[in-house]
């Protein structure tokens, strides 16, 4: 059984729906790399508003913004300085900053360390954008999930309408080709499939044949 599996993607190749799932199989623990990002980005808007946000207002909040993540009972939670912001993550506003946020060093050193601490115990489904390339080289199986834009923004647009959150799906397609180029143009740990990673295009695949197929592999 592969104890550390690994998923990378861009932006809404529901990593986040496919590794929940493969956790609660095989009773892992999921970590949401991602949640830990959008809510330091969101952090950033309580404190300034999204106009007056500079790199340099980022590195010098970062240390001072202390991300919890838990995962109970096959829910993740997430919380900033002590308040609970899971329900916030997705807002379009966070949306919009979180790249940048992603992009600054310290940023990343300091909720990468907290990743590596949250999985060293194995037993764990992480998923991100350099999972497989920098947190965890070592895992046992690295997926690389992607999906058409069209078809990825149809479903970001169904998840955020299920959530009543009325969004036009132009700006959605709009927003998620802009995460991918900064994703993966970014200097420090951009969005790359590596070599040793099983690429997984769920276009045409729905959940259920995706999360098969991953508990297939992991328990070969
Ligand atoms: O996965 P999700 O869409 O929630 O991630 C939000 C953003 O956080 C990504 O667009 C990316 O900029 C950043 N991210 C990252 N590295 C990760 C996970 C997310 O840079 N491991």
């Keep these: 059984m592969k104890k550390v599996i690994a998923i990378d993607g861009p932006a809404g190749a529901g990593k986040s729906t496919v590794a929940q799932l493969v956790a609660a199989q095989l009773k892992y623990v999921y970590i949401d790399t991602g949640a830990m990002y959008r809510a ?19 590195t010098a909040s970062i240390n001072d913004i202390d991300v919890r993540l838990s995962y109970i009972e096959e829910k993740t939670k997430v919380e900033v300085n ?20 992603a992009s600054i060093g310290q940023v990343r050193e300091k909720l990468v360390d907290l990743q590596r601490k949250m999985a060293k115990d194995g037993a764990v ?32 647009f169904k998840e955020m309408k299920n959530k009543g959150y009325a969004v036009a799906l132009n700006e959605l397609k709009t927003d998620i080709a802009a995460r991918d180029r900064a994703d993966m143009q970014r200097k420090i740990s951009p969005l790359v499939q590596t070599k040793d990673a099983v690429l997984l295009d769920t276009t045409a695949m729905n959940i259920d044949e995706v999360v098969q197929k991953i508990l297939s592999m992991a328990k070969n």
């Design 82 to 101: 002590g308040q609970d912001i899971t329900d916030q993550l997705k807002i379009p506003a966070v949306n919009k900053l979180v790249s940048q946020v």
């Design 125 to 156: 489904v992480m998923d991100g954008r350099d999972i497989a390339s920098n947190v965890l080289p070592n895992a046992d199986l690295k997926i690389f999930l992607t999906a058409s834009v069209e078809e990825r923004a149809q479903r970001r």
């Design 40 to 58: 330091v980005a969101w952090k950033i808007l309580q404190e300034t508003t999204a106009e007056n946000v500079t790199n340099e207002f980022i």
